[in-house]
């Protein structure tokens, strides 16, 4: 992956695609490492039970949903769809995008996207946004995260990470 899109693959000889390898199983190295120092669950962890909840409650959650705002919002419809769009009994959508996981690592603050979904009526579908914006904020902080969120719609809900910390696969 890193020779194909983040270096031209027609510029890069053996040599060189041998030193990513090798740097690449450092870097994985020294992060295994790191990780058993790490408490038992993580940040990424508490979030995702969050998340869960979330999915059982019917509401999409998703991690990386893409690079933007925008990407993130063509995402959740597409999941939407799989789950069978109005039939679904969806009740809205929470997630985070790509720029804002590389600024929860450099700072510690995620920012989260949230809707209550595809309400036509634009008073209830207001009301459900305040709801599921407020159960996130309230799982979240059930899962030990600081959460600041002024109730208003238009604003994204901000969750005190600390160090973003997530564990890679087992080797």
């Known amino acids: 992956m890193i020779t194909d899109e983040y270096l031209d693959p027609d510029e890069l000889t053996s040599d060189d695609r041998a030193w990513v390898k090798a740097e690449t199983a450092l870097a994985c190295a020294a992060k295994h490492v790191a990780e058993a120092e ?11 039970t ?6 059982e409650e019917k509401i999409i959650a998703l991690h990386r949903a893409g690079n933007t705002l925008a990407d993130g919002q063509d995402d959740v419809r597409d999941a939407w769809r799989a789950a069978g769009r109005d039939a679904s009994g969806i009740l809205g959508c929470c997630f985070y995008h790509a720029q804002d996981l590389e600024r929860a ?22 009301a459900n946004t305040v709801a599921v914006g407020q159960r996130i ?4 902080q059930g899962v030990g995260f600081v959460v600041h969120w002024s109730g208003n719609i238009d604003e ?7 160090q973003w910390r997530k564990r890679g696969p087992s080797a």
């Open 105 to 126: 690592v450099r700072t510690g603050r995620l920012h989260l996207a949230f809707s209550g979904g595809l309400i036509p009526e634009i008073a209830r579908r207001e």
């Open 156 to 162: 994204r809900i901000e969750v005190d990470l600390g």
């Open 137 to 140: 904020a309230a799982l979240l």
């Open 50 to 55: 969050a998340f869960a909840q979330l999915r």
């Open 38 to 48: 790490w408490p038992a669950q993580t940040e990424y962890d508490r979030l995702e």
